[in-house]
């Protein structure tokens, strides 16, 4: 089992940059597909990018690509968020999760088996 813990968040006006990092204990991150989610004001969980297990395949939103990328540091065991360009609307808490079943980068928050307690991330206009 991993533990995923999320930092990184904060307060950004729009068009600036944020990283964010999901660093995992109890297992390497290198194990799994890792995906970022977010949760919107409005209560929405979104699917934001993920990463196959083995790095080659990264899936985007397409509200985000060409803005956001995600990558991983095995020997840190931690995955990250590079948020470009932000928007107002990126504004939401943003959680990593890890998928176990499968090497697969995977949109469907239900096929994630891990989550961590997720970070803010507010954009300003």
């Known amino acids: 089992q991993v533990q995923l813990v999320e930092s990184g968040g904060g307060f950004v006006q729009a068009g600036g940059s944020l990283r964010l990092s999901c660093a995992a204990s109890?297992?390497?991150?290198?194990?799994?597909?890792m995906g970022w989610f977010r949760q919107t004001p409005r209560n929405e969980r979104e699917f934001v990018i993920a990463?196959?297990?083995?790095?080659?395949?990264?899936v985007y939103a397409n509200s985000v690509r060409g803005r956001f990328t995600i990558s991983r540091d095995n020997a840190k065991n931690t995955v990250f968020l590079q948020m470009n360009s932000l928007k107002p609307e990126d504004t939401a808490v943003y959680y990593c999760?890890?998928?176990?079943?499968?090497?697969?980068?995977?949109?469907?928050?239900?096929?994630?088996?891990?989550w961590g307690q997720g970070t803010q991330v507010t954009v300003s206009s």
């Open positions: 109890g297992r390497t991150v290198s194990t799994y597909a």
């Open positions: 999760a890890a998928r176990s079943s499968s090497d697969s980068a995977e949109n469907d928050a239900e096929k994630y088996d891990y």
């Open positions: 990463i196959s297990r083995g790095g080659a395949t990264k």
